[in-house]
């Protein structure tokens, strides 16, 4: 049986409590972390907490649409050997195809 642990709520805190961890929290610099380990990253999903911050622009967009088939095989083998994945590949050349269109 998994036994858990009653945690007391910021809120219920006194004073003093809150101050000093407000000021623990401000020692702390973002070169003092770690990256989160696999077991971090499982209990984020757990959580429904994403991990991490959108690398480009404000975020991103999942969308499906249809390739040819041989198309696809060619722009994957293209993003390959040029060290890109496929997502940054379509990405450039939507940029690259509006760009010479304006």
């Known amino acids: ?3 858990t642990r009653k ?12 101050e000093a961890i407000y000021q623990e929290c401000e020692t702390i610099r973002p070169e003092d972390g770690q990256p989160l380990t696999k077991e971090d990253m499982r209990q984020h999903r757990k959580a429904g907490l994403r991990v991490g911050r959108p690398r480009v622009g404000r975020g991103v967009k999942r969308i499906n649409t249809s390739v040819e088939q041989g198309l696809l095989e060619t722009a994957d083998r293209f993003a390959r050997r040029h060290g890109m994945t496929r997502a940054r590949l379509i990405a450039q050349r ?3 195809f509006i760009s010479g269109a304006a």
Do not use: P, T, V
């Open 7 to 18: 945690r007391a709520s910021f809120d219920d805190l006194s004073s003093a409590e809150k």
């Open 94 to 96: 939507i940029r690259a």
């Open 1 to 3: 049986m998994k036994k």
